[in-house]
């Protein structure tokens, strides 16, 4: 069975810092896709960054990228130039090419300080 | 954009109660979820639907049920509930074709139940 694991509850960083959350997963699949989910305090959970296992290229989006390492099983996370709004819980997330439900890890709860 | 609703941000229901919890997305998506959240254990499958009137149990389906009798909407319903069953409940939905398999969430419902 798939599992996805999310070692560190918590996390700090200071305003402007960077920070890496890190994520890794057990498959015996060789397609599928990784996600990091975001989840406000008392909102709602959106989709930070997706990554496809059969690209190489790390995903990016703006201040957000991955380090995806397939042979190792680890997707981390990294915040770059952190701001307070990005103080949440986040998700790691897998799910297999057939696109059922995610399997997701216990979550990350990041602090951020000015 | 997708939009995922919920019936209720907060519920309390005494035990014993029969408890529906609603969700409507307007995407026309297929698949829709339902995921139980608890601090420390992440999110878990409590039961997911491929289309109309069609359902899968998830990991943790005992003491619910669902229903899909529209597209848009997927209930889940607690036939009697008890106290282990507070807990935040988050509502997804995707669509079936190949493509990224990202799931979109409703803001979840915070169930207490006395």
């Known amino acids: ?114 | 954009d997708v939009k995922v609703t919920q019936s209720s941000r907060y519920l309390v229901k005494r035990t014993g109660e029969k408890v529906f919890l609603e969700c409507v997305q307007d995407m026309d998506h297929e698949n829709m979820f339902w995921y139980r959240q608890d601090p420390g254990l992440g999110l878990r499958l409590i039961y997911f639907s491929y289309d109309v009137k069609m359902k899968e149990k998830g990991d943790i389906p005992e003491g619910y049920s669902v229903s899909r009798e529209k597209k848009e909407r997927f209930s889940l319903i607690l036939e009697s509930a008890s106290t282990n069953q507070t807990s935040m409940y988050l509502c997804a939905s995707r669509y079936a074709g190949t493509g990224t398999y990202e799931q979109y969430f409703g803001p979840g419902t915070r169930l207490t139940v006395t």
């Open chain 1, 1 to 114: 069975a798939q599992t996805v694991t999310q070692s560190q509850p918590e996390m700090s960083v200071q305003e402007a810092e960077t920070v890496t959350l890190s994520c890794t997963y057990d498959t015996s699949e060789s397609d599928y896709y990784l996600f990091w989910y975001k989840q406000p305090p008392s909102r709602q959970m959106i989709l930070v960054i997706r990554q496809e296992a059969y690209k190489q290229q790390n995903a990016t989006e703006n201040r957000f990228s991955v380090n995806f390492q397939k042979a190792a099983k680890s997707f981390s996370l990294k915040i770059s130039d952190s701001q307070l709004g990005d103080a949440a819980m986040y998700f790691c997330a897998y799910t297999n090419q057939a696109g059922t439900a995610l399997i997701f890890g216990k979550g990350t709860t990041l602090s951020v300080s000015s």
